[in-house]
């Protein structure tokens, strides 16, 4: 149970282009989803948080109109790069949590986008 | 904020021997610490998880530890293979208005050798 997919795996694209990430929770509904960046060999950054239906909560430093969140439905979030450049390249992983406290995050697959 | 430390970096140990891995937060309030470990270019895995009422929690070889009043809590693996060797992250809770989020530790790249 807890079953995270999240789509694209790989993103190879020219500088100046939008990409779009999903993440869905296949076997729950998820209460929040969070959005993660990683570096090679570094920790999870946490992103932004976001719940259904309502706008998300981004982080001191996270560019809300470079990285947007959508949270349609109970089962899928997507993060938009908005015309994303070299530096935005990275790995970036989402979480699903069922109920709003104390409740483990289950990750997803990750990202791994590559802006040319 | 909440600010999370972890150590060691890195961690070698033999085959059978034990491993273990500290953490310390900074935000009092933080009340659940999940850890979570992560294999080369994949998912990070919760293998554990403690919550502030509880002072330990065991599950087969790998138990933590929760001191919060010292603010820290460990990961302990007994008995250590191969395939235990990963990335492992401890955290903490934040809690806000849009549900428990969590705050990484830097991780441990565990290396356990035959």
């Known amino acids: 149970g807890a079953v995270v997919s999240q789509h694209p795996s790989w993103v190879i694209c020219k500088s100046g282009t939008s990409v779009k990430i999903e993440c869905r929770s296949l076997d729950f509904q998820a209460t929040t989803m969070f959005w993660y960046r990683q570096f090679p060999k570094q920790s999870l950054m946490l992103m932004a948080t976001s719940n259904e239906g309502s706008k998300a909560t981004y982080e001191q430093g996270v560019e809300k109109d470079k990285f947007l969140i959508n949270h349609a439905s109970l089962t899928l979030s997507t993060l938009t790069v908005t015309s994303a450049h070299p530096e935005d390249s990275s790995f970036y992983i989402c979480s699903a949590q069922t109920g709003v406290y104390n409740q483990p995050q289950h990750f997803g697959d990750g990202t791994r986008l590559s802006i040319l | ?114």
Do not use: M
């Open chain 2, 1 to 114: 904020g909440e600010n999370v430390e972890q150590h060691p970096s890195t961690l070698s140990v033999q085959e059978g021997d034990s491993a273990v891995i500290k953490c310390t937060y900074s935000d009092s309030a933080s009340n659940y610490f999940p850890w979570y470990k992560q294999e080369l270019g994949k998912r990070p895995q919760l293998i554990i998880d403690i919550r502030s009422n509880v002072g330990e929690k065991k599950d087969q070889r790998i138990a933590v530890t929760l001191n919060k009043t010292a603010k820290h809590f460990s990961l302990h693996i007994t008995e250590t293979q191969p395939e235990d060797s990963a990335v492992y992250f401890c955290a903490a809770s934040i809690q806000g208005q849009a549900g428990t989020a969590l705050i990484f530790g830097k991780g441990t790249t565990l290396s356990v050798s035959s």
